[in-house]
T-cell receptor
Framework: EPEVTQTPSHQVTQMGQEVILRCVPI?????FYWYRQILGQKVEFLVS????????KSEIFDDQFSVERPDGSNFTLKIRSTKLEDSAMYFC???????????FGPGTRLLVL | SQQGEEDPQALSIQEGENATMNCSYK?????LQWYRQNSGRGLVHLIL?????REKHSGRLRVTLDTSKKSSSLLITASRAADTASYFC???????????FGTGTRLQVFP
């Protein structure tokens, strides 16, 4: 069964550094998402992406965040200048037809020191 | 309470027993999904129930949905130690792309 993959599985960075989290969605999927989960807290929506543009974003997704689909297979989340509070597990998800069919990746655990 | 809250927060049972987890939400939904998360790992989709459905089964899982009470329950029958994980409900609504996750129930199944 096809899966969403994410790299790296773990990333440690210094505060203020830029990080890029990478995702390979399932190949025929058209809708892409990023969520995050701060340790011990709820999974929170960050952004959705469809037809090469952001379709919805949350309040968390401020100017420090950006997403890109640089080629036909990757979907990336960039955090320009990381803060301590960006430490979390970041999940990528994709779906073929939108809501209700999201497939989540295994996550990237980001630690900002 | 917030959209998507599970209770209990934690549940400990013996292998072979049934585990029931509940989820409540506040606004109208299209679908409700249940996910499982092993400690520090990814989200595994378990089951989706649509707003016009009342009950759904998948293997040892049984999900019910009561839209009048804005609540859902997940029943795991004949639990196994390998069922130990956190379980989350997630709802989606009209006019938004996002899933709203609940706070989760931590299930511990003792062998």
């Amino acid at each position: 069964e096809p899966e969403v993959t994410q790299t790296p599985s773990h990333q440690v960075t210094q505060m203020g550094q830029e990080v890029i989290l990478r995702c390979v969605p399932i190949s025929n999927h058209l809708y892409f998402y990023w969520y995050r989960q701060i340790l011990g807290q709820k999974v929170e929506f960050l952004v959705s992406f469809y037809n090469n543009e952001i379709s919805e974003k949350s309040e968390i997704f401020d100017d420090q965040f950006s997403v890109e689909r640089p080629d036909g297979s990757n979907f990336t989340l960039k955090i320009r200048s990381t803060k301590l509070e960006d430490s979390a597990m970041y999940f990528c998800a994709s779906s073929e037809m939108g809501r209700g069919q999201e497939h989540f990746g295994p996550g990237t655990r980001l630690l900002v020191l | 309470s917030q959209q998507g809250e599970e209770d209990p927060q934690a549940l400990s049972i013996q292998e072979g027993e049934n585990a029931t987890m509940n989820c409540s939400y506040k606004t109208s939904i299209n679908n409700l999904q249940w996910y499982r998360q092993n400690s520090g790992r990814g989200l595994v989709h378990l089951i989706l129930i649509r707003s016009n459905e009342r009950e759904k089964h998948s293997g040892r899982l049984r999900v019910t949905l009561d839209t009048s009470k804005k609540s859902s329950s997940l029943l795991i029958t004949a639990s196994r130690a390998a069922d130990t994980a956190s379980y989350f409900c997630a709802t989606d609504q009209r006019d938004t792309d996002k899933l709203i996750f609940g706070t989760g129930t931590r299930l511990q199944v003792f062998p």
